[in-house]
Structures are given as C-alpha cells and as structure tokens.
C-alpha cells in the first residue's frame, strides 16, 4: 500500500471553499480550488511515501504487471485505468460531451492528437457529498417547445418551430443555437436571460432550471452556452446520489461538492461557458439527444457495502463501513477517507487514513481490512 499526497488544481471554475474545508485549511484558499486528483494521470499524478517519493503514474510503468496485475494490463493496457478526483465547481464548468472509444479511435487515425489524445472513451460517474447542480442531457424537443413557449423569446421560438420537421428535432435545434452568428449571440443570450428571469418566479421545475440559468448568466455573459442550457435537463444531486454519464451525453456541473470517478482519458470537447477552446462541429457529431445521465443511489451488495452502477468498463466505485474487506481484491485500488480515521490492514502494511486521505493498493496487495470509524469509497476495475 501507498499512501498518496493527491494534487490540487486551481482553475478559476473552482470554489475558495470547499476542497480547503474538507482539509482543515483556512478559507478563503488563496485561489480557487477546483479539483483534488488521486490517481496516476500524466497531467497530475499523485505523489506516493515509497523511497525517493515517486508519483503514481512513475511507478506503473516501471512495472505494470506488479502494480496494476496481469488481468488489468492485459485488458487495459500499461496505465491505470481510472481516476479519482474530489470536485468542487464554484461556478459552472463548461457545456461539453466525451466521445465513445470508437471515435476517438476514428479522428486519431486521421487527426493525431490535433482533437483527441488518447483511443479511449472518457466515462464519468459523479457522486454528491453536498448539493450538486448539473446540467445533463437533453430535453425532448416537446418540452424544449414548452419551455420556449413560457419563455417568449421570437428568435428562440422561431429556432426551436424550423428544428420541429427535421428528422431529429433536438440535434437540429441545438446546432441551430450553436450556429447563431457572432455579433448577434450576446442579444440572444440577454434575450433569454431577462425571459428566465421572468420565468423563474413561477417555481417548479421550469422555475427552476430558469433560475439556474440566470444564475450562470452572472458568470458567464453573452455567452451561448446559456441559451443551450435551456435544452438540457436541470437537476440538483443530493448528498448520497450520483449520475453516471456515458460518452454522447452533454453537461455542464455547475456547482456543489462531490466524488468524481472516471476514465484515465483527456477526450473531451466542448461548446460553450468556457475561454478554452470550442468544437462545435466535432461536439454535434458526437452528441446524442437521447442519451441521459443515469441517476440513482448506492446499491448494497453484501454487509457494509455498497456500490454506485455505472456502465463504464474502467471502474467500480463502493462505499464501505470500516470492519469489512475491502472490495476489488482482483485489481489495483485506491481507497479514500472522505471523513473520520481508519486503518487499512494488509499481510504487508497497517496504513492509518484520516480525514481526505487516500492510498494506492496495487494488484498484488491481497485482502485488505478496514478498520476504526469513518467514510471510505474504493474505486477500482469491474472484475471479468
């Protein structure tokens, strides 16, 4: 086992609040901290306490067969397959999909790294430790046509009647949005934004989502990716659900506080609320309309475990209670204290974790015990 010192990121999206509270630093943090990454991703490896201090991704690939196992190498490849982040959006994170495997595969061939770095999908699974409000995929385009009715803004109702006789309405529509001309998407954008305001009064669900839309108007201005909000479901995760997002599905995490698990893979692209570079050609060929994230809560699978279903193929994540076995013997793992201090019991080490503490366990680590008082999620590979 390996303890793990995670790595902090400070993009100007994140909060000066919450990953700091979760440590015991003082708040305000000097920057906004926007992710805290336990892993082995190039751009952001965790550093580990064996000798010389090595980070994570140095030691897989001085031997993935020892740390990753024959059965994870071989099905994935020299690298860990997953990530594990802490997320705290202060503000929203840019509207964007991920691609399938097969068309990051497809663009490579041809482009290079040019749109995508890496042959691999970029699933996602987002689990809230505190309110979290995300935009995530797609409204049928009759509820976009109710939506745009309580509105009344003409450009959007013209938009969204031209979208209705195509042979995939809200596909059509969102290019349309994307499509809007530059010197006239700031009128648009405040068009929508005074409509919402409006509308935003009226409560519900619609009343709602509105207001979510003013909302990420003051920080995002004049900018499109405010009017696509408005074809995406808007929905606020409470402490304890997740949403799993498959390639093909848009979203934008607005803000809030959670556990985020995903693929090792950098494949993204984006289409708006955000100054890093826009693909809207690349996103509309990769979105589908119909795919939605798929919310639901822990499921138990034996004593003291639960675990959050994805779909993914690179990851599992669990939630145990300390006097268990940790799952995941079959691969590597890294286990994380969100909360509380417990010990982590191998044949090779006794590792003490306490608040936001994590720690790496390779393939050959064996069964592990937990033990003492706390929160505690393992990410690992699903077994054959």
């Known amino acids: 086992?390996?303890?793990?010192t995670p790595v902090i990121f400070t993009d100007a999206w994140g909060s000066n609040v919450s990953i700091a509270s979760l440590q015991g630093r003082?708040?305000?943090s000097p920057q906004r901290e926007s992710e805290l990454w336990m892993g082995a991703h190039e751009e952001g490896p965790a550093l580990t306490d064996r000798e010389g201090a090595p980070d994570l991704a140095t030691l897989v690939a001085a031997d993935p067969v020892a740390e990753l196992g024959?059965?994870?190498?071989?099905?994935?490849?020299?690298?860990?397959?997953?990530?594990?982040?802490v997320l705290a959006p202060g503000r929203a994170i840019s509207i964007q999909a991920h691609p399938s495997a097969q068309q990051a595969t497809e663009v490579r061939a041809t482009s290079g790294?040019?749109?995508?770095?890496?042959?691999?999908?970029?699933?996602?699974?987002?689990?809230?430790?505190?309110?979290?409000?995300?935009?995530?995929?797609?409204?049928?385009?009759?509820?976009?046509?109710?939506?745009?009715?309580?509105?009344?803004?003409?450009?959007?109702?013209?938009?969204?009647?031209?979208?209705?006789v195509s042979d995939d309405p809200a596909h059509a529509l969102l290019g349309a949005v994307l499509a809007t001309p530059a010197d006239e998407v700031a009128g648009f954008a405040r068009e929508v934004v005074a409509a919402c305001v409006r509308l935003e009064s009226r409560g519900g669900e619609l009343g709602a989502a509105a207001a979510a839309v003013v909302r990420v108007a003051e920080e995002h201005p004049?900018?499109?990716?405010?009017?696509?909000?408005?074809?995406?479901?808007h929905r606020v995760l409470e402490p304890g659900e997740y949403i799993d997002v498959a390639a093909g599905v848009l979203h934008s995490y607005?803000?809030?506080?959670?556990?985020e698990v995903l693929a090792n893979s950098d494949n993204v692209v984006r289409a708006g609320l955000t100054s890093k570079a826009v693909n809207v050609p690349e996103l509309l060929r990769i979105v589908d309309?119909?795919?939605?994230?798929?919310?639901?809560?822990?499921?138990?699978?034996?004593?003291?475990?639960?675990?959050?279903?994805?779909?993914?193929?690179?990851?599992?994540?669990?939630?145990?209670?300390?006097?268990?076995?940790?799952p995941g013997e079959h691969g590597p793992r890294i286990a994380f204290c969100l909360r509380g201090r417990v010990t982590l019991v191998s044949a090779t080490r006794t590792l003490e974790l306490g608040d936001v503490d994590s720690a790496f366990l390779p393939a050959g680590e064996g069964a592990v015990?937990?033990?003492?008082?706390?929160?505690?999620?393992?990410?690992?590979?699903p077994e054959a």
């Not at 607005?254 to 556990?259: E, S």
Request: one cysteine or more; hydrophobic letters at 45%; glycine letters at 10%.
């Open 113 to 164: 790294n040019e749109v995508y770095v890496d042959d691999w999908a970029k699933p996602e699974l987002l689990l809230a430790i505190a309110p979290f409000e995300v935009f995530v995929g797609m409204r049928d385009h009759r509820a976009v046509a109710e939506l745009a009715g309580r509105l009344r803004v003409p450009r959007l109702t013209e938009l969204v009647e031209k979208a209705a």
């Open 70 to 85: 024959e059965h994870c190498l071989a099905r994935y490849g020299p690298r860990l397959p997953f990530l594990l982040k």
């Open 254 to 259: 607005v803000r809030g506080l959670g556990i």
């Open 369 to 381: 015990e937990l033990q003492g008082l706390g929160e505690v999620f393992v990410v690992t590979v």
């Open 289 to 326: 309309p119909r795919a939605d994230g798929v919310a639901g809560r822990g499921r138990v699978v034996g004593p003291g475990v639960e675990v959050f279903d994805s779909a993914s193929d690179r990851f599992r994540l669990y939630r145990v209670t300390p006097g268990r076995a940790l």
């Open 26 to 28: 003082d708040i305000p």
């Open 222 to 233: 004049d900018d499109i990716g405010i009017v696509v909000l408005l074809l995406m479901h």
């Open 1 to 4: 086992m390996d303890r793990l």
